[in-house]
Nanobody, 127 residues
Framework: QVQLVESGGGLVPPGGSLRLSCLAS????????MGWLRQAPGKEREFVAG????????YHTESMKGRFTISRDNAKNTVYLQMNNLKPEDTAVYYC????????????????????WGQGTQVTVSS
């Protein structure tokens, strides 16, 4: 059974930082590219960042470059999202997701290619 469990969300003031973690169970982590997506109230789900199975290739959505960094620790079956200089518009539920179609080097930026999803963790940026 595949499980993706996110943690690390919470309430943070503007300019603050959070690090989200996603622990993956089963074989999925060792065969999958990983991604973080988010959904704010009343908005569509948005791709945030992705990292290839290799860990060497990563993609960050333009508006988050320089503030967010995705990484993975294959020994711990965990993917991280370091978020710095958070803004109120970053408030959303953040989801971890896994996809096994892209191979070792490619990063998928298409949410429809992600087959497995976590339950989400709430991030609220407010003073």
């Amino acid at each position: 059974q595949v499980q993706l469990v996110e943690s690390g969300g919470g309430l943070v003031p503007p300019g603050g930082s959070l690090r989200l973690s996603c622990l993956a169970s089963g074989r999925i982590f060792s065969t999958s590219g990983m991604g973080w997506l988010r959904q704010a109230p009343g908005k569509e789900r948005e791709f945030v960042a992705g990292i290839a199975l290799s860990g060497y290739e990563a993609y960050h959505t333009e508006s988050m470059k320089g503030r967010f960094t995705i990484s993975r620790d294959n020994a711990k079956n965990t993917v991280y999202l370091q978020m710095n200089n958070l803004k109120p518009e970053d408030t959303a539920v953040y989801y971890c997701a896994a996809e096994g179609r892209s191979g070792y080097w490619r990063v998928s930026v298409n949410p429809d290619e992600y087959d497995y999803w976590g339950q989400g963790t709430q991030v609220t940026v407010s003073s």
